[in-house]
């Protein structure tokens, strides 16, 4: 009886641990590999969806390549370099741009919605971004 109850708690303890809240919506629910590690890597875009969930038909050339030590590019229209935070599901990306007169330093939001081996899954918080509140979904170059 003694052992049953014991395997009974321990079922439930593996429950809750591996059932619970995800750090992403869209998962992976387990993970042995850190954010950090996992987006460091080079992604490129393949899909789009709108905020109501309809998939985009005109894929533009997109890419992200993220290093380990916190160091990003992308290339969107152009190519920007900076640095990248990830603290649970939100990324953000920074940067500084010369425009003659003065620098800014520029700050992009992101929602991560799944980062896995193979995909990254982002949501747009960026506003006045033509992909306000689009996902865009990438895979690995």
Not at 52 to 71: C, L, M, N, Q
Request: glycine letters at 8%; hydrophobic letters at 35%; charged letters at 25%.
């Amino acid at each position: 009886m003694r052992n049953l109850f014991l395997i009974t708690i321990a079922f439930a303890a593996f429950s809750l641990i591996f059932s619970g809240c995800t750090k992403y919506e869209d998962g992976p629910k387990i993970s042995i590999l850190s954010a950090k590690s996992k987006i460091s890597k080079d992604w490129t875009l393949y899909k789009i969806y709108d905020e109501d969930g309809k998939e985009e038909s005109y894929i533009p050339v997109f890419t992200f390549s993220f290093t380990k030590e916190g160091a990003f590019e992308k290339t969107f229209i152009t190519t920007t370099t900076g640095t990248r935070e990830i603290d649970g599901a939100n990324l953000t990306l920074t940067y500084t741009t010369d425009l003659g007169i003065g620098v800014v330093t520029t700050h992009e939001n992101y929602t991560i919605d799944r980062l896995s081996g193979d995909e990254l899954w982002l949501i747009d918080k960026n506003d006045g971004s033509m992909y306000k509140d689009h996902e865009l979904r990438f895979i690995l170059k």
